[in-house]
């Protein structure tokens, strides 16, 4: 095998290494290359071509494990060996990566690349928005695998499509683009550049980290190959081996960083539209949540109610108290979020433009002339986020928000988006001293607008900051949960968006969602219905839709859709103390919230391409209804266990296609045969009733099983919890013939609110005796309460 074949990243012929730590330096005839063992099954391939010195925006504080590792010359290369991987690199920097027992992984390409012939030029791609695609010449970086046999890719964050990513060409480029995003849209607001591989049940995942406008092509070009290229920087990328999903996200997460724990009303339902443009509208829009029992924690304003759209006011015609209203929609139990975008409006004797230009905050042309656009405020100038002054000035600036009682911040247009063409490719900005061009940062830009936002409101407030952005990196998760932009209201988008959000999920952007009820268009009562039953389980749960579209609050439309709105938007809150469950874990090792089948089911082959369904946590499958006028669906239960019917409670075995009837009010959901579920009380929001009382559902399957579940619970909005303040609950159910047994601890009791009771809703029981902690116990009506847990 000739590995030197494809001249595009010729190293020439490897000569030497020698072993530092945990990094192996490679002497090649062009270059110098350094692989190093982050941990037993993660390798990170670094040519430091561009510039001397890393430059990740993406890894923070990756601590190397000294782990062992050996490295040896094969014939005609170097084997480089850990625990769990075998990693052989030959001349002009070819790498084979294989499991401990010899299957191969990943392995770079080496014939030539030879995009399948377009025959007479491909017109239509020409005509698409953006750049010319598959211009491989202009790639810097380009590094092709092999297309091993069985190949299903995901991951790569907001993308559309199908959940699988095999046979798409998709572009890194943070885009604003306004027209309905159709399958052939190759690009979007976030640029999440890692890679999920799975091949023959085994999966490995490759993060990039490359800000610069970057490709991924699985097999797209050509079936034989499936590639990654950059148009500029080092070449920096990591090998994250699995063989399971979980442990690819897991590894992705350790990283880049994984989500903090979420305030607790962030998961409350949010209503938002573009705009409740004055006080008494906004008023308007509580006293409706609250009078017709549509539980809400969470009011938006959007650009309207700032002043000229000037970052950091607020339009006192609209608003003639900001604070006072806040403070009369905080005693309601509601929170305010407010839109900002990047755009600082030119305009002297308005404070920020002026602070900003004194201290040179703002980007700039390659003369070092304050770069000026069209955003909303008109001409507007651009904050340097890459610079630490800049971010620390800007997150200071968020008190002023704050001081007016507003709870969590919006961040929008941070592409950054501009109305009069794009930003040229040499504005400048200043990375920690370095300048550095927009070319370089461009896909980072929103990141670390991120960055800066949470610095700032996690010291103004001392409360864990709630962030939505639409620009993200990889990384993004650390400060901010993430919205999918500008859908519409159509049924094609509420089908888009379930793979899209698994795949966001995937890629570390667990707490995201999309517009309910879709932005652009007008919304119908039917999909509304639909998108809110989707809703429910999608981790940021907020209705917006856009100017000059007809209303689309849960009672626009007729009482039967208001009906159904508010019975899945009660489920919602009945479903919160599992949806915080689900955060704690995901804080602790990246697992998704909403996921693909394939998550938990890797072994079950039916599971890898569904698109249609995803689980909520690993205890609740849903099977939406994506289709207007759908009377019934067919779905899909993973084999492995049984699954009941949330409505019916009936019990089907797993690895079976069934068919459920789907009036617009049922949504099919399944609870995994065995599966514990903790739920709480009615409530209009987060807190409104005090209670020291749990519920756990138990679903009991026909055969025996045993099942554990953790349980978390702290003050849901402070950081105490890291000093210990909280408390973890261990629920154990063991399913017998005769009999079921339950165990109920608790481990750590850091929190002083603790449960005095616990009320058990066993559903199929089935005349067995029950026990708690060793005692036997009545149940009526299947329900059964045990008091003082805690004891
Ligand atoms: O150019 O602030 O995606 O959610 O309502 C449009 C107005 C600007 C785009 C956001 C959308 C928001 C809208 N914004």
């Not at 900003?356 to 069209?374: H, M, P, S, W």
């Not at 919160?576 to 919230?593: A, V």
């Amino acid at each position: 095998m000739d590995n030197c074949k494809d001249v595009k990243n010729s190293y020439g012929k490897l000569l030497g290494y020698e072993v530092e730590n945990n990094i192996v330096n490679i002497e090649f005839e062009e270059e110098k290359v350094y692989i190093k063992i982050v941990n037993s099954y993660i390798i990170n391939f670094f040519v430091p071509s561009f510039r001397k010195e890393r430059n990740s925006k993406a890894v923070e504080n990756l601590k190397d494990k000294n782990c062992d590792f050996e490295v040896e010359f094969i014939n005609g290369g170097i084997q480089i060996s850990t625990e769990q991987l075998q990693l052989k690199v030959y001349d002009c920097f070819k790498v084979d990566i294989y499991d401990k027992e010899g299957t191969r992984l990943c392995a770079d390409y080496r014939g030539d690349s030879k995009p399948f012939n377009r025959r007479y030029g491909d017109y239509m791609l020409a005509e698409a928005e953006g750049h010319a695609i598959n211009n491989q010449e202009e790639y810097k970086l380009y590094i092709s695998k092999n297309m091993e046999e069985e190949m299903y890719f995901y991951g790569l964050g907001e993308k559309t499509g199908h959940l699988n990513k095999k046979g798409y060409h998709y572009v890194n480029w943070n885009t604003d683009n306004a027209k309905p995003h159709g399958e052939t849209f190759d690009r979007l607001y976030k640029s999440i550049p890692f890679l999920i591989g799975l091949s023959k049940g085994n999966a490995f995942g490759i993060f990039f980290d490359n800000h610069f406008e970057t490709y991924f092509d699985m097999g797209r070009d050509n079936s034989e190959y499936y590639y990654f290229a950059a148009a500029d920087g080092n070449l920096d990328y990591y090998f994250i081996y699995g063989p399971s999903v979980k442990k690819v996200v897991e590894g992705y997460t350790i990283i880049t960083g994984n989500m903090p724990l979420p305030a607790l009303w962030t998961l409350g339902y949010q209503q938002c539209r573009w705009s409740y443009d004055n006080e008494t509208r906004l008023m308007e829009i509580a006293n409706s949540l609250r009078e017709k029992g549509i539980p809400c924690d969470t009011l938006y304003l959007d650009i309207d109610y700032m002043d000229g759209y000037r970052v950091f006011t607020w339009n006192k015609e609209r608003f003639e108290n900001p604070e006072a209203m806040i403070k009369t929609l905080n005693n309601m139990g509601f929170k305010v979020v407010t839109i900002i975008d990047p755009g600082v409006k030119v305009d002297k004797g308005y404070k920020i433009y002026d602070e900003g230009l004194e201290n040179g905050y703002f980007a700039t042309d390659n003369q070092g002339i304050v770069y000026r656009n069209e955003v909303w405020p008109g001409d507007s100038v651009y904050p340097d986020f890459l610079s630490p002054k800049v971010r620390k000035w800007w997150g200071e600036n968020q008190k002023i928000m704050i001081d007016a009682g507003v709870s969590g911040i919006w961040n929008d247009m941070n592409e950054p988006a501009s109305f009069n063409g794009p930003l040229p490719d040499d504005v400048m900005f200043n990375n920690d001293g370095i300048l550095v061009t927009h070319k370089e940062v461009h896909n980072i830009y929103g990141h670390m607008m991120a960055k800066g936002t949470y610095e700032g409101l996690k010291k103004a407030t001392g409360k864990r900051p709630f962030i939505v952005t639409r620009a993200c990196y990889a990384g993004t998760q650390k400060y901010s949960t993430a919205w999918t932009g500008d859908n519409q209201s159509t049924w094609e988008h509420l089908r888009m968006s379930i793979p899209m959000l698994m795949n966001l999920g995937l890629s570390g952007m667990a707490f995201c969602g999309t517009d309910v009820g879709g932005f652009g268009h007008d919304c119908s009562a039917e999909l509304l219905s639909r998108w809110v039953q989707v809703g429910t389980f999608t981790p940021l749960f907020r209705n917006h839709s856009a100017m000059g579209t007809r209303d689309q609050e849960p009672w626009a439309f007729d009482e039967i859709t208001e009906e159904i709105n508010r019975k899945y938007i009660k489920l919602r809150y009945k479903l919160l103390p599992y949806l915080y469950d689900m955060m704690w874990r995901c804080s602790k090792n990246g697992e998704p919230i909403i996921r693909p089948l394939l998550f938990n089911y890797q072994n079950d082959k039916k599971t890898y391409e569904i698109n249609d369904e995803f689980l909520c946590g690993e205890n609740i499958l849903v099977a939406p209804v994506v289709e207007q006028g759908a009377k019934a669906r067919m779905l899909y239960l993973p084999e492995g266990n049984s699954w009941i019917d949330y409505w019916t409670k009936e019990e089907y075995e797993g690895g079976q296609y069934i068919i459920k009837e789907t009036p617009v009010d049922v949504c099919p959901i399944y609870v995994k045969g065995g599966s514990i579920i903790p739920t709480g009380e009615d409530q209009n929001y987060i807190g409104e009733k005090k209670t020291n009382k749990l519920n756990i559902e138990v679903y009991l399957s026909k055969e025996n099983t045993e099942t554990r579940y953790h349980h978390y619970t702290d003050d849901g909005e402070s950081f105490r919890y890291q000093a210990g303040e909280f408390n973890h609950y261990k629920i154990k159910i063991t399913n017998l013939d005769e009999k079921v047994e339950i165990k109920f601890k608790v481990i750590d009791k850091g929190y002083k609110e603790k449960y005095e009771n616990v009320e058990f809703i066993i559903y199929n029981l089935r005349d067995k005796d029950l026990s708690v902690n060793g005692e036997v116990v009545e149940t009526i009506n299947e329900k059964a309460v045990i008091s003082n847990p805690n004891k």
